[in-house]
């Protein structure tokens, strides 16, 4: 009897175990073996490839998942976004906190030399970056009335990729899941993180692991990152006290959304001072290109900036000039169409962007079929930033669904690159404070190295408002050694 039953288990163990082997493992034709312009062993798995999110209209999301460099059946599984609307991830990946920095080739259109990235996010989590929404970076869809979107759409259609990207990768089930993004994934990571919480109540199947999120410099409420601009201006030393003064008596407090001649009149005067700066960060250079005049005159366009080489720590910087979803000064994003880059300044180049390394890499045929994307009559060409969308911001102010996450448990870090004027500090700040929850962890400076290097207030529910000294729109681009620091922390669940 008792050799029966040891005999039974072990069969039930190698059939536990012939499951695991053969079920449990990430999709082999996903696998990414080479990357051209990188000689040497990649420091972990990396796997591409699509996942239809609509079967009857062939929507299908590219994404390029690296997994953690330490422990992967262990470290946090974080979704990357990138904002726009109409950026792709990529940027996330080739110019913030990917495995790699880029060393642009010294002939033109040669391929970029890939060196590893000492500070990359993948060095304490695995990374899915992911080309949302439909028509952004390599994601695509046979129906082109996909390509009229929004916030709902978009969160929408990410949850049923992060079911089926689980589904394929179930290995990473049971570790913990964050989703994080930039910009204007200020509106993408609240608005998916609550379809991913309603899954999780409603006991939708895979149960995602979810533990939190992270928001860095992103757009959040019409009203308040709309006040946020003059207070930063004045308080950065950009604009005299007097100006100041004037403007909070004639604008009453509200500079997004001028009701008087008198307002408007000071507000100009404002935009005067500071049309000349790098609205991504205002320590940096600025380019004055031909296209400066008519971007402030029309009022619509974006002041055109760029960053010099060599100017953070990051070895191998390449980018030129800076990008995001930028709208003119004082105006935040508000409800309804929000223009896309190439849209708001009237031609397929983005004038603030020079993204020659992503665009020579990503579309060079042999990276592209390294990297699994789809066939060039398919995807024609990748972009930074494409006009191929039509987007609407339908899901109003982000207050309401941050505090619906963290009432619920939900971890969030708000961090905020502090010299930075396109979603400037004093917006994360005040939304975060206006939420109401308890002070747990006064503001005090934050330390990497020895050295200040932000400052941080803490709330009840574990919601965390962070700065980041000197940093600009896309923290890990200007201080990857601290954005790692503080990612690190915060993905452990220890003070920052
Ligand atoms: C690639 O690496 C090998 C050894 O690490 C080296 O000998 C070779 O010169 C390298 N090739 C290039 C193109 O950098
Ligand atoms: C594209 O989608 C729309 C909306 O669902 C549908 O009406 C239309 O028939 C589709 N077009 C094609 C070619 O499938
Ligand atoms: C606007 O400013 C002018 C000059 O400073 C002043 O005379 C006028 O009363 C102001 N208008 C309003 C509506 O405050
Ligand atoms: C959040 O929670 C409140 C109260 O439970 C509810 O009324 C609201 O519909 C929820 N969702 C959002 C997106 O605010
Ligand atoms: C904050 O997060 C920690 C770690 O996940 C958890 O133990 C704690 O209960 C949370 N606190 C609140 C108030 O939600």
Known sequence: MKKTGSSVCLLLLLHIYLSIVVTNSAPESAIVTQIP????????????????VDESHGRNLYYYFVESE???SQDPVVLWLNGGPGCSSFDGFIYEHGPFNFEAAKSKGGLPTLHLNPYSWTKVSSIIYLDSPAGVGFSYSKNETDYVTGDIKTASDSHVFLLKWFELYPEFLSNPFFIAGESYAGVYVPTLAYE???GIDADVKPKLNFKGYIVGNGVTDELIDGNALVP???GMG??????????NRECNGNFYNSLSDNCTDRLTKIDE?????????ILEPCYHGTEADKIITTYVKLPSSFRKLGETEKPHLVRKRMFGRAWPLRAPVRDGI??????LTSSNNVPCVDGTVADVWLNNEEVRKAIHTAEKSVVSSWDLCTDKISFDHDAGSMIKYHKNLTSKGYRALIFSGDHDMCVPFTGSQAWTRSIGYKIVDEWRPWLSNGQVVGFTQGYDNNLTFLTIKGAGHTVPEYKPQEALEFYKRFLAGLPI
């Open 37 to 52: 312009g990188f000689n040497g062993t990649i420091p972990s798995k990396h796997y591409a490839g699509y996942v239809t």
């Open 70 to 72: 330490s422990k992967p």
């Open 196 to 198: 991913v919480m309603k």
């Open 232 to 234: 930063f201006v004045h």
């Open 238 to 247: 950009l604009i005299p006290d007097e100006l100041f003064e004037e403007a």
């Open 273 to 281: 001072d500071i049309a000349g700066l790098n609205i991504y960060n």
């Open 338 to 343: 929000v223009p896309t880059w190439p849209q």
